[in-house]
């Protein structure tokens, strides 16, 4: 079973400057709700209550987002504007969060390895808020989180996210190399995985999103990590120290994904998400 989810929050977010001076970049809103709720909905949909988020400094308006505001509450109580706190009422009533600070930014392994205090040793969920999943799908109404647990359930090791991607953008992604799983079409075991290639080193252009399902073993991997790409530990180089040992399977979701960490992605998705809402 999965009980916990990890939110990696510490990031500057500086590709959104000036507007992430002051906010934290998770809480960058796709019309009403920031990017933080939409990945705290999809741990929820997939049956997991306790999230567990990576913080850092400046980052304090996450934690009052997943709190009661009571001059707020009774500022528009029994006003036309209460249903606007509806959904994230329900959602606080439903979760339990907790915060632990990354005080040095030494890249999302360590921000994972951070989170180690607040899960334990348990396999856990891990969503990068900036990359918003959704499923676009008539038929599969399952979110990415939940296509992955049931992956999870039936070969109980690590699991990352896959989509394809143009050759020439592989250096902004991990990227895997592996063999499908009896004949699969979305499942590949991973037998190679390189964080950010120039295309021509690239394995292939299956590129891993922010969204995971990590064996506890991979702290103590985290632990021996030396600084990769950028000069940050990279949770791609400890994956691929459990894909050596045939423990790590890469997953094609259905669905649909936005980088909301770059501007032109936010845009889509704010575009997408309105379109969506308009014809409800
Ligand atoms: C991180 C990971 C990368 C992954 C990406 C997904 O990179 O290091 O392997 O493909 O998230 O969004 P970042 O976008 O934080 O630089």
Known sequence: MIKKCLFP??????????????????MLPVLTKPLIQYGVEEAVEAGINTMAIVTGRGKRAIEDHFDISYELEHQIKDTSKEHLLNEIRTLISQCTFSYTRQTQMKGLGHAILTGETLIGDEPFAVILADD???????????????????IYNTYQCSIVAIEEVP???TNKYGVIAGEPINNSENLYRVSNMVEKPEPKDAPSNLA??????????IFDILRDTKPGKGGEIQITDALLEQAKQGKVIAYKFNGRRFDCGSVEGFVEATNYFFQKESSK
């Open 208 to 217: 891993i999103i922010g969204r995971y399902i990590l064996t506890p073993d």
């Open 167 to 169: 050759l020439e953008q």
């Open 9 to 26: 929050a510490a990031g500057y977010g500086t590709r959104f400057l000036p507007a992430t001076k002051a906010t934290p970049k998770e």
């Open 132 to 150: 918003l999943c959704t499923n676009n799908s008539l038929n599969d109404t399952n979110g990415v989180l939940l296509q992955m647990l049931k």
